[in-house]
């Protein structure tokens, strides 16, 4: 056996410089510790845990009715949809894109629906850094209240194939 006992008397007490460490390191471990549940209740930028089951047909009927109601131009073969201020909107991802392009205003609330249609994508709001899974067979439901105007970009973050680095879309937000 290659492993023997130390010899007697291989403790030493840390010194006054490595207690220092070991302490900022616990206290560190400490405050992240409770930044987790204080981040959880008091943060902005959680899901509500909301989500339904709902088949890929049913979500696409549902987006595409809310397309239709509410198109008022087009991006590049995308639909940008203006849906009034407050009401639920719709977004489907598929391999490889983010269907519609939203227009929302600043300061109000919605109930964003996101969808997927094929596999599991990752809805990624940058740069805001806000990021949730599209599991397919659900409709996740994010409560959304813009608090800046400008444009942002939604990146898939969940590797979906060959075009996976393609798929981004945008959500305008006006004043
Ligand atoms: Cu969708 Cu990666």
Redo the contacts with the bound molecule.
């Keep these: 056996m290659s492993i023997s006992f130390p010899e007697q008397g291989w403790f030493k007490a840390p010194s006054a410089g490595e207690r220092l460490w070991i302490g900022l390191a616990i206290a560190w471990c400490i405050v992240l510790t409770l930044a987790m549940p204080y981040w959880h209740f008091k943060g902005k930028q959680n899901s509500t845990g909301e989500a339904y089951r709902v088949t890929p047909a049913e979500f696409y009927q549902r987006a595409q009715k809310f397309i239709e109601a509410y198109k008022v131009g087009e991006d590049r073969y995308t639909a940008i949809v203006q849906p009034p201020p407050g009401t639920d909107v719709y977004l489907t ?1 598929r ?2 894109r983010w269907d519609p392009v939203l227009k929302l205003k600043k300061d109000q609330t919605y109930r964003l629906h996101v969808g997927s249609m094929d596999l599991n ?2 809805f990624s709001l940058q740069p805001v850094n806000m990021n949730f899974q599209v599991v397919p067979g659900y409709d996740h439901v994010l409560t959304l209240t813009p608090t800046r105007a400008g444009e942002y970009s939604i990146v ?6 060959v075009g ?1 680095h393609t ?1 981004a879309g945008k959500i305008i937000v006006e004043e």
């Design positions: 991802a391999m490889w994508h990752g898939c973050n969940e590797f979906c194939g996976h798929m």
